[in-house]
C-alpha cells in the first residue's frame, strides 16, 4: 500500500501523544485526529442507534433455539477544537479529519459486581467499520441475558463501561538505523512473554525494547539514541511483518473506561515455524503499520436518554416470532455496517454456497439475501444433512448505477463456518467510499462532489437530511481524484476541498482551513512623517461587529510595532474579520472583511489624521 497521505506516526503532535499525525509527505493534505472516546450514533432524530431485539419460535418446544441482539451504532468522538489549536499552533492553515479505524473489538464490564452479567457482552465483540469512523456491535444472547440488559436499560441499577481495542493504519515510526537479527531467535523471545492462548502484551515489547535495545536479539548498526523512537520503530515492523491483532484477556480489562491497559499481539508463526536466517530491517523506510488506540464509553447511559425520549419501545421492539426449523437448518445471521445513502449501488447482498456432501446430501444448497438500509441484515438458511458440521462458502455482490445501465458485481467467494457474517464496506467487491457530513456542516451549506479517474466519473450531493453518501468505484480504477465543494445556503463564497486522492471522508467544520482559531500578525508602520507616536486597532470577527464583547483592540508603539491577535471563525463561509483605526480618539467605519490568511498592515498616519491608509 502506497503510504503517501496515511497518518504519519512520526510526526504525531504533540510530541509523543496520540492526537493529531500529519499526512506523510503530503503538507498540503488535512491531518488526521484520534478521539477521544466513544459514543452511540444518532439517527436522523437524534435517538441513539441500540436495539435489543429478542426472535422467539413459533412452537417453544421445537428449534430454533430463542435469542436476543443487543446491538449498537458507534461513533467515535473528537475534540476538533483541541486538535485545531494543536496543528494550527505549527500549520497555520491546517485542516483535521477524523482517523480511519480497519479493526477492533468491544467488550462491557459492569463496574460492581454483577451475578448474571451475561457472557456474551463481557466477551469481546468484532467491531465492523464503514470505512471510516462509524462502527457496528452485536451480541447475541440468551432470554436471559436479554431479560438482564433490560433491566439495566429500566432500572439503571448497575453501571456498566464498554472497552474498545482497535487499530489505525499508518506510517511506521521511523529512525536512521538498521537492525540485523535471525527471525526465529526474535520469535522464540516474543514467544516467551506470551501467556496460554500465545498473547503478548504489546507494552511489555515495548518496555523490552527501552531499556534493552538488544533484549529481543536485535542488533543496531549505531547508537539507538532516543530508545523510545527506537522501540517504536521495532514494534511497528514486528506488527506488521509478524504478529496480529487480538483482544486483551478478560482479567486484564480494567472496569474504569478510562484507565489505560496494554493492548495485545499474537505470533503469526511459533518460533519453530519461523525461518532461522540473517535479517535487516530497514528502519528508516516508510512502512505501512497499524497502532492501537483504547476508547472507553458508557454506553447505556445513552441508551437509558433515548428510552426517556422515545420510550422502551424504540429500543427494545416486539419480538420476531419465526417458524420451526428442521435438524441440519442453519440460520446464518448477516449484518454489513454501509452508509444509508447508497443510490448509486441500489442493492448489496451475499449469497451462500455449500457443495454437495453425498451420500448424505447429493445436492449443493444455494441462498441468496439481500441487505437493505437502515438495518442491512438478514438471515439466511442452509439446509445440511444433521450429521454434517456447518461449512459453506458466501460471496457478496453490488448492483450499481452505470451510463449504460445497471450492472452486478460479485466478490470471490470465501470459506466460512461461522453462524454470524460481520461484513464492512471493505468486503464487498468495489471500492465503496463513504462521504460523510458532519450536522453542523450541513446546517450551513449543502455539500457536492465528484470522483473521476482515467475512463469514468462519479457524482454526488449530500443534503441536509443524507448525512452521508455511498460512492461506488471499480476496483480497477486507476489513481481516482476525489474534489468536493460545500455550497453556502445563505451568502457566501463557495469552498473547494481537491483534487485529493480518492478514500472515504469525514466533513465537518474543521476540514475547511478557513474554520476555527486564527493569528493574524498586526504591523503598525511608524517611518513616515506625521505618524503618530501610539496606534490603536479595533479587530472584530467577520458577522460578530454587533455582539458585545466580541472586539479586541491592539495596541502598537514604535517600540512595539508587532502584535498578534487571535480569534475563531465559527464558519467557514466567514472566516474573516474586520478592523478600525481610532484617529484622534474617535473610530473609523470598520474596513471591509479581511483575509485570515495574511499579516494586517496599517499605517500610524491614519490615527494621526494624515489620511494614510491601511
Partial sequence: MNPIGAPDFSSAM???????????????????????????????????????????????????????????????????????????????????EPVAFHSGYLRMTPQAEAAGFPGALASPVPLAWNGLDGARYDARLTLEGAAFVQSLL???????????????????????????????????????????????PRERILGMLEIDPTSLGLVPDGDPGERRQYALAILDRIRSRMAAFVPAPAEQTPADPQAVASTYLALRQSAAETASGQSIWDLAEPEMT???LVLGMNPLDAARQAIATAGLQAI??????VPPIASGVHAIRITANLPENRAMVPVAGVSLHAPAAPPARPQAQVASAELNPPDDAATVLLRLSPAEPLRYRYRTF??????????RIDGDEIDSSDERLRLSVDDFPIRLLVIEAERDLLELAEIAGSCRWSTGEVRFTIGPSDRDAAVPLPREAAEPLLEIQARPREAGIPLTLGPLPARSIRLGLPSFPEYGPHAIEVVCGFDAPGAAEIVAIDLVPEGREAEAGAAGTVALTRNQSRKEWRYIATSPFRPGYRFRVRS?????PWSDPQSPFAPLQVDARVAAGGGGKG
Fill in 398 to 407: 453490488v448492483m450499481i448505477e452505470e451510463t449504460s445501465g445497471p450492472r
Fill in 316 to 321: 427494545v421492539p416486539p419480538p420476531v416470532i
Fill in 584 to 588: 484622534e480618539g474617535e473610530s473609523l
Fill in 154 to 200: 429500566t432500572e439503571r441499577s448497575l453501571p456498566v463501561s464498554a472497552r474498545a481495542e482497535m487499530e489505525v493504519l499508518g506510517v511506521a515510526q521511523r529512525v536512521a538505523l538498521r537492525v540485523r537479527f535471525d527471525p526465529s531467535v526474535l520469535a522464540k523471545a516474543l514467544a516467551a512473554h506470551a501467556d496460554a492462548e500465545g498473547r503478548i
Fill in 290 to 292: 497499524f497502532r492501537p
Fill in 14 to 96: 504533540p510530541d509523543g501523544a496520540f492526537l493529531v499525525l500529519p499526512a506523510f509527505q503530503r503538507p498540503d493534505a488535512p491531518a488526521y485526529m484520534a478521539p477521544s472516546s466513544l459514543d452511540l450514533a444518532r439517527d436522523s432524530n437524534g435517538i441513539p442507534q441500540v436495539c435489543l431485539r429478542v426472535t422467539r419460535p413459533v412452537n417453544p418446544m421445537l428449534p430454533p433455539e430463542p435469542f436476543a441482539i443487543f446491538e449498537l451504532r458507534l461513533k467515535p468522538v473528537y475534540d476538533f477544537a483541541h486538535g485545531l489549536e494543536v496543528l494550527r499552533s505549527r500549520v497555520p492553515q491546517g485542516r483535521l
